[in-house]
């Protein structure tokens, strides 16, 4: 019997692995004692093979268009294997259980697949990976593994960060990481991911060019990781530029800093990013809105996107450990959309999140928190632009999980 669950636990692992990136708050390898260890009494010699489920499910109650809906639903369903082959090599992947496993037509990996890489470290200073990794943007928000968040910002939660691509990291200090990465801008290729015909606005509606498959649609992005007295303070700042299409670039950067206190923490992320091409969507998605009546859509095809957009992004999250094996998360969100070349979307779409979390872990060294929270956000457009300003509500009752398996 036991050979038989071993078997099967390896065979789970090869087919399916969940991995985000390396970066520090994604979830990375932890000391806890395996299931494996304490149901069947193994003991781990090495650091060559670990899995790891990650489950989060709630009960919730939602007013998303002036009326109350509740349900369950699965929050986060991946599955996860890490190790290190010797010293010096190691791997990482992480796949999403509830995904289209459909290869992209760019880089050829499934949606799914968060994360699949090889990395070396040639030394304590310097390391590289390979295959498909997690953009290394800056912030703290960007950073946290995506199970033990309840919203993103709108500017995170709209990005497309898992890449086939390289990254460098050097490290000159143990306290100070400098990080230099190139990927794909894309998953798939230009009609897949922008829709075949697919048009730029540019100006109010008089003008719009046909997108063109850029020569090389690529991304590159440096970051710095600091930590600072002890720990105490740390930064997580990237810059990085993106070729969306031909002669499309978008630019980005992201500043976080986090105090990191025995029993608080509380960090605040800065994010600006400057589309040629509205890749997010958010003011692509209103200018259709707004102009729909008076466009002739056929002149531009059905897949319109607007030129030349600003986002903004403001995030401050606290965790504050109150008593023992109970933690309360305060987070809010403030999110402005912009668009250069049209009057009426200028500075037109601007976004207020809020959020509060009750939190408790009922057992020593797992990582199972059992929560009770609320989410809400509102949305305020300018008058200038006529769009209608709303508001989401939403109250949940669950678990977050992430079980050592193996």
């Known amino acids: 019997m036991k050979k038989l669950l071993i078997s099967a636990l390896m065979f789970s692992a090869a087919v399916f692995g969940y991995a985000q990136g390396n970066n520090t708050g994604m979830g990375g390898d932890d000391e806890s004692q395996s299931l494996a ?3 069947l009494k193994l003991e781990k010699k090495n650091d060559m093979f670990n899995v790891y489920f990650n489950y989060a499910a ?3 109650v939602r007013d998303d268009s002036e009326e109350w809906r ?31 496993n459909a290869a992209t037509s760019l880089d050829n990996f499934a949606k799914a697949t968060d994360l699949m890489f090889i990395g070396y470290d040639f030394n304590p200073h310097i390391g590289i990976q390979a295959g498909k990794v997690c953009q290394t943007w800056g912030g703290f928000e960007y950073d946290e593994n995506p199970m033990f968040i309840y919203q993103y910002s709108d500017l995170v939660d709209r990005m497309n960060i898992f890449k086939a691509g390289v990254t460098v990291s050097v490290k000159p200090v143990e306290s100070q990481e400098i990080v230099l990465q190139v990927t794909d801008d894309t998953n798939g290729k230009l009609s897949d991911e922008y829709g075949a015909g697919a048009v730029a606005i540019e100006g109010e509606h008089q003008n719009y060019r046909v997108l063109r498959e850029a020569n090389h649609p690529l991304a590159f992005i440096a970051n710095w990781n600091g930590s600072f007295f002890d720990n105490r303070l740390q930064t997580r700042w990237a810059w990085g ?6 002669h499309k670039y978008a630019k980005m950067v992201m500043l976080g800093q986090q105090l990191n206190l025995p029993r608080l923490q509380w960090y605040f992320d800065f994010m600006y990013s400057t589309e040629a091409l509205d890749k997010l969507g958010f003011a692509s998605e209103d200018y259709v809105k707004m102009y729909a009546p008076n466009l002739t859509i056929q002149d531009f095809g059905p897949h319109i996107y607007v030129s030349d ?3 903004t992004s403001l995030v401050t999250k606290l965790n504050w450990q109150f008593y023992p094996k109970w933690n309360l998360m305060l987070k809010g969100m403030y999110d402005v959309a912009s668009v250069d070349n049209i009057d009426i979307m200028k500075d037109y779409r601007k976004a207020y999140g809020y959020l509060a979390s009750l939190e408790y872990y009922p057992i020593k060294n797992e990582n199972l ?12 457009y ?15 009752l669950g678990f977050m ?3 050592k398996v193996f």
């Open 58 to 60: 709630s009960a919730s």
């Open 37 to 39: 260890e304490r149901v």
């Open 241 to 246: 530029i993106q070729n969306e299409a031909h």
């Open 309 to 311: 957009v600003h986002y």
């Open 369 to 380: 928190r059992i929560f009770l929270a609320y989410i809400g956000k509102k949305v305020d």
């Open 382 to 396: 300018s008058d200038k632009c006529g769009l209608k300003d709303y508001n989401t509500n939403r109250i949940e």
């Open 401 to 403: 999980y992430r079980m």
């Open 70 to 100: 509740s349900k369950f639903a699965n929050r986060e369903l991946r599955l996860e294997i890490s190790g290190h082959i010797t010293d010096k090599l190691y791997y990482r992947l992480r796949h999403q259980l509830n995904k289209s």
